[in-house]
């Protein structure tokens, strides 16, 4: 997982840094990264004596970053053009290029370069961005390397400017910053890679930690033996699904499609009468589960949580699910039981606050969000929630004694301690109807597999481990979202025929 800090801690470690070892020698291994970027992104398209490489310069030390990268590229033979954006620059650095690459030229001196350009390297504000700035026009399909932050991002807090530029890689120095992964930011930031420039961040607390496909690949794999390969259906795990409706018939589809592509061992579905003829023609690898069966799963699961004995090992409970008539008393007597849930849609408004026994994962969107405030007694705004999403789920998390999954363009997982994670997986073409029931199924699939929990016998999940198989849920999805869109257009069904490839790449 990867460590994110404020922008104050960043700072604070900085200046650590420099006293130890000079900001001259800080700023050039800055710049030595940047022009290792810049060199990996031109490697396909261009060779250095055909690549015009142009720096915007601005007037702090992201500028200097950029002047001298720019030395160092020009020094490899690149043809380079500094072009200083702001009246002021800095001294060395300006010395540095003009002795290796000539002068530098303001912005309005050298703009119509800019449409010739192989790379644009945005060095005008860094951490040190305040709102507000003029910043230049790019011409369209300009490719562009943000140095340590793009300018016009506010790395505090992840809101950017109208004029932002938008990049398609960002090179960032220390560490992963809050504001890289939060707001705007996964729409504008490209790429990100950090360059730690070894910076001693041990004696401090990061705000959260960020959980990409590497990361996500280990903590599935935690609890992973070759053992697995010798279980029944029943010990890899059933996952009970309680969903449908006349009102919406599609989504305990969607959800049912996506548990059975991830490799469920079993699938029992709960649904209406009217829809359960629907979901068994879309997954006949389903069995159907009446009140009874659930009331005889729940008393054997106080027995018998997982493996041998377990009816159902974990539930999925709410997609299509219609508000006005949901089923409470099976659901309350899930709800009741120790055996993990994954809570989502309609689902969310009938579960309870306060204490449980059962490890719980609701999975709202940001609206969502609002409603369980609201239920809990808390009234925010919209606004309010995307300025500082952390803190609301937490709210969210203590309230209903549950793991919450805020969704949207970077996800949050939440604890009820306090302890979170970080996703962001930038997959916009995610924003389509039913993605939301796809990613209930992969999670409630998780939620069965013993192999995943790492829990046997009489054992229940621990919030961390439904936390960290919660984010690995999340980053799947975002995979499968990028995948699903390297083909084509995007629809909900077309997510999950990609999901059995994708489940693949995380070693499924
Ligand atoms: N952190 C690290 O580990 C390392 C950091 N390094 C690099 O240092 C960079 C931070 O440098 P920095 O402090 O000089 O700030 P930077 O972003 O260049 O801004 C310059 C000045 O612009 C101004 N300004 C801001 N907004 C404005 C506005 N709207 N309109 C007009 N003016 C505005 C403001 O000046 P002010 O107006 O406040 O006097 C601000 O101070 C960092 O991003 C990274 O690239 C690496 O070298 C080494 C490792
Ligand atoms: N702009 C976006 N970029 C990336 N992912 C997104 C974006 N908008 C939504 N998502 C993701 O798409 C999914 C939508 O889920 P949800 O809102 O429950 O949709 P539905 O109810 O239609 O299934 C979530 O996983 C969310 O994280």
Known sequence: MIPVYSVAQVRAVEAQEISKRGSESLMRAAASELAAAAEAMLAQTASPTDALIIGLIGPGNNGGDGLYALTELAQRGYQTLALQCTETGHPEALKAYASVAGTVKSLSEGEEALSSASLVIDAIYGIGYRTGAQLPKLPAGTRVLACDVPSGLNCETGSADDDVLLAERTVTFGAMKTGLISQDAPLVTGEIQVATLDFDFSSITPETHLVDENSAQELLNVHRSWRDAGRHKYERGVLGLIAGSALYPGAAQLTARAAVACGVGLLR????????????????????????????????????????????????????????????????????????????????????????????????????????????????????????????????????????????????????????????????????????????????????????????????????????????????????????????????????????????????
């Open 269 to 508: 579905t709960h649904v209406p009468e009217e829809v359960q003829s629907l979901l068994s023609l879309a997954a006949p690898e389903t069995v159907p589960l009446d009140d009874e069966q659930i009331t005889e799963a729940l008393s054997l699961a106080r027995r018998h949580l997982h493996g041998r004995g377990a009816k159902i090992s974990a539930w999925a409970i709410g997609p299509g699910i219609d508000s006005r008539t949901p089923p409470t008393g099976v659901i309350a007597n899930v709800f009741d039981s120790r055996q993990p849930a994954v809570i989502d849609a309609s689902g969310l408004e009938v579960v309870p606050t306060g204490p449980s026994e059962q490890p719980r994962v609701l999975t709202p969107h940001a609206k969502e969000l609002r409603m369980l405030l609201r239920r809990a007694g808390v009234s925010v705004t919209t606004e309010e929630v995307r300025q500082d999403p952390i803190r609301w789920t937490r709210w969210v998390a203590l309230a209903y004694n549950a793991v919450v999954l805020l969704k949207g363009p970077t996800s949050y997982v939440v604890a009820p301690n306090g302890a979170n994670l970080v996703v962001c997986h930038a997959a916009a073409q995610l924003a389509t109807a039913g993605s939301g029931d796809i990613l209930t199924g992969i999670l409630g699939y998780m939620l069965s597999d013993s192999s995943l929990t790492g829990i046997y016998g009489l054992e229940t999940v621990s919030n961390s481990r439904l936390m960290e198989l919660t984010a690995c849920a999340a980053v799947i999805h975002g995979q499968l979202g990028r995948v699903t869109a390297q083909q084509g257009t995007v629809s909900a069904s077309r997510l999950i025929d990609q999901l059995p490839a994708v489940m693949k790449d995380f070693g499924f």
